[in-house]
């Protein structure tokens, strides 16, 4: 079998001092951290979209990467030839699970029949490769996005026969993620929004798009698809908006639809910037609803107001997501999927490796850090203890839902007016700057 990256050797741990840029400082796969090894805390993931089929162009300028597998068709022969040198990218860089669209990974044929025969083809070869390899995939997904027929949504298009359509795409990447063996399957709704509202039906594109989630659902139960459902909220980019915005108002939905019980979510820090909050936000939205299924993990740049999609090295930042996967208890279905992209001007097959590895050794630095942070207690114990009277007396009967407006009246004329505490917030950011390092 040829061999893609030729000068790239397999990516192994050296530790901190080594000079060997295709070397890991901090990802050492099998190191046990809090009774688990790093690789199954970080279920790291890469996506076909982005490693395979971003030419890294821009709106302004044609694509830099340089991909010498690929002959630029949307052929048949062509989608093959790629499966080999992913699988050869994952090997080498030792990520084990892998995300894809249907169409990443297969072209769309003269027919509908067409394009599913030719996604199941591919599937074909990406079983083989993943059972060859040992990999993983650990979510699938349909584009309804690229095609000019969704340039009005697909779920909540106004034209019903997209919407078949699209529910015709979503049947086939199901199956396919089901056969393959994937551990989740998304929905991402780039153009489930609308441009204006002066076209626009709000309700009845909702009430379209739960019914297309709940079509899934069955869908999935008939043919004994047990993994997991996610939506991976964006407020626009590229509808104006998109009904999936935060995860707040995506938990609103599944919960208005009644599908809360078939539906995590799958967050992805740089959505989260684009929706005017912190990752850690989002998370804690999501988690405290008991919905944190998986993270595509990426960031923005803080000057420039678009969805960049840039690989993750933020330290704070991966300490943050991970201090709050650990105090979930670690991911079941999920993991850390790198939905980024290399800068335009990176267009030289080793900076796919840079990519991957910084991503990687940052996330693995923030597991480290956020383990001695979980394991130490002292956030806990300070937010503990600035929410301390409600662990008793008049607090405790406020939590048990034993007062009233008339009793707490009562009772707050027999107290002096109350003196509130300070919050801390520098003593508590000085205290988290003491663990990274
Ligand atoms: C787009 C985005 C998508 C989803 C999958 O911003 O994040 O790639 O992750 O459709
Ligand atoms: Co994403």
Known sequence: MSEYFKNIPKVKFEGRGTTNPFAFRHYNPEEVIMG????????????????MRNDLSDPFG??????????????????????????????????????WHDRDIAP????????HDNLAKVCDKLLASQQEHDKKLLWGTSCLFINPRYSQGAATSPNADVFAYAASNVKHALEQTHRLGGEGYTFWGGREGYSTLLNTDMKRELDHLAAFFHMAVDHAKKIGYKGQFYIEP??????????????????????????????????????????????????????????????????????????????????????HVMVRVLKMGGFTTGGLNFDAKRRRESHELEDLFHAHVGGMDTYARGLKIAAKIVEDGRFDELVGERYSTFDSGIGADVENGKTTLDSLDAYAHTIDAPIIASGRQEMLENLFNDYIQ
């Open 36 to 51: 688990k090894t790093m690789r199954d805390h970080l279920r790291f993931g890469a996506p076909y979209w982005h490693v």
């Open 62 to 99: 044609a694509g830099t990467a340089l991909m010498p597998w690929d002959d630029g068709s949307e052929s048949l022969d062509n989608a093959l030839n790629r499966v080999d040198v992913f699988f050869e990218f994952l090997n080498k860089i030792d990520i084990d699970y892998y995300c």
């Open 108 to 115: 769309e044929g003269k027919t509908l029949s067409e394009t």
């Open 234 to 319: 964006k407020p626009m980019e590229p509808s104006t908006h998109q009904y999936d915005s935060d995860s707040a108002a995506c938990l609103n939905f599944l919960r208005e639809y009644n599908l809360l019980d078939h539906f995590k979510l799958n967050l992805e820090t740089n959505h989260a910037t684009l929706a005017g909050h912190t990752m850690q936000h989002e998370l804690d939205v999501a988690i405290g609803a008991d919905a944190l299924g998986s993270i595509d993990a990426n960031q923005g740049d803080e000057l420039v107001g678009w969805d960049t999609d840039q690989f993750p090295t933020d330290i704070y930042m991966a300490t």
